[in-house]
């Protein structure tokens, strides 16, 4: 079936990089995807792979993908305290249009 | 930057009333989706629609729910009669025509309270 999982919680200290890691069931989705939602806001679309490549840098983001092992993740570079947000993995199985989200990473950035 | 908007933020409403959330799509984008998160969980895939008409839909989008384009820039979803359960916040996102079409972009949200 349709699943993506991701672990629920990090806490990382201002300036040290985060791993945010997710893992998906769905080896036919043609794009993965991360969103960030912001306390009270909406989905913000942050990154996202094509299912062909194993990296993809933006800044002070790296998306990795291990499509042998379904495991796709996140990498914020210099974390910031405007980085604290839930991030969401997401997958459209079949490469059809519908997002499959994952559970949601609540990061949270200490000084 | 353009961007999908909708109202209202916040709706409120009786169990078995009827409720109209709008979305206003990015201009020129063509598919366009309902989502919901009911507090504490997953966001869910309701609906896609695409060259007017529903493309996919979820269980959880039966006969109580529908959507509509009623004019060209506006993208609707209506609950015929509100459950309890349908407390959430509910999303609206469309996609560009081409090169990324699973590339959605999602609005600020409605949080919708049934009592």
């Known amino acids: 079936g349709e699943d993506v999982e991701q672990s629920l919680f990090l806490s990382v200290r201002e300036g040290d990089s985060s791993v945010i890691n997710c893992t998906y069931t769905?080896?036919?989705?043609?794009?993965l995807y991360w969103y960030k939602q912001e306390p009270g806001a909406g989905l913000q679309l942050l990154t996202y792979?094509?299912?062909?490549?194993d990296m993809k840098q933006d800044q002070r983001l790296t998306v990795l993908l291990n499509k042998k092992d379904k495991h796709l993740s996140l990498r914020i570079a210099d974390t910031q305290t405007g980085d604290s947000a839930i991030y969401f993995c997401?997958?459209?199985?079949?490469?059809?249009?519908?997002?499959?989200f994952g559970a949601g990473t609540r990061l949270a950035v200490h000084p | 930057e353009p961007e999908v908007t909708q109202t209202p933020s916040h709706q409120v409403t009786q169990m078995g009333q009827e409720v109209i959330l709008r979305c206003v799509p990015i201009?020129?984008?063509?598919?366009f989706y309902w989502y919901r998160q009911i507090l504490g969980q997953k966001v869910e895939f309701l609906v896609s629609?695409?060259?007017?008409?529903?493309?996919?839909k979820s269980e959880i989008f039966d006969d109580q729910f529908s959507v509509e384009r009623p004019d060209g820039s506006n993208f609707t979803l209506k609950i015929r009669s509100t459950k309890l359960e349908d407390s959430a916040m509910y999303f609206c996102?469309?996609?560009?025509?081409?090169?990324?079409?699973?590339?959605?972009?999602f609005g600020p949200g409605t949080r919708l309270t049934v009592l």
């Open positions: 996102a469309s996609s560009p025509p081409s090169g990324t079409p699973d590339t959605q972009y």
């Open positions: 769905d080896s036919s989705s043609t794009y």
């Open positions: 792979i094509f299912s062909n490549m």
């Open positions: 997401a997958e459209t199985p079949g490469g059809y249009n519908k997002l499959i």
């Open positions: 201009s020129n984008h063509l598919y």
């Open positions: 629609f695409y060259n007017n008409e529903i493309s996919e």
